[in-house]
């Protein structure tokens, strides 16, 4: 089991960069895959970002592809989500969850949320 803490959330302007954080407990963080959600006010949560236990595989949504880039750290028990040229759209909710499985589609694990506002 894992548990999941966001941090790094916060008020942007339109364009600028931010990232947010995840920290996981335990001992088998490199046993996890990890991703990002986010959900916005009014619509249902949405997939931005995955890696997978090595660090190797990554896949991204369309949506932020070129300007999200989700990380790991092992040593930290970290993963991030680096967002540049953010936009108003992406205003949000954004999740860290954890599954043990590349190949499943649910994650099992999920944290609270950072609120992300990105203000035009």
């Known amino acids: 089991q894992v548990r999941l803490v966001e941090s790094g959330g916060g008020l942007v302007q339109d364009g600028d960069s931010l990232r947010i954080s995840c920290t996981a407990s335990?001992?088998?963080?490199?046993?996890?895959?990890m991703g990002w959600f986010r959900q916005a006010p009014g619509k249902e949560r949405e997939f931005v970002a995955a890696?997978?236990?090595?660090?190797?595989?990554?896949v991204t949504a369309n949506s932020v592809k070129g300007r999200f880039t989700i990380s790991r750290d092992h040593a930290k028990n970290m993963v991030y989500l680096q967002m540049n040229s953010l936009k108003s759209e992406d205003t949000a909710v954004y999740f860290c969850?954890?599954?043990?499985?590349?190949?499943?589609?649910?994650?099992?694990?999920w944290g609270q949320g950072t609120q992300v506002t990105v203000s035009s």
């Open positions: 335990g001992r088998t963080f490199s046993t996890y895959v």
């Open positions: 890696m997978g236990r090595s660090g190797s595989s990554t």
């Open positions: 969850a954890a599954k043990s499985d590349w190949s499943t589609s649910e994650f099992e694990y």
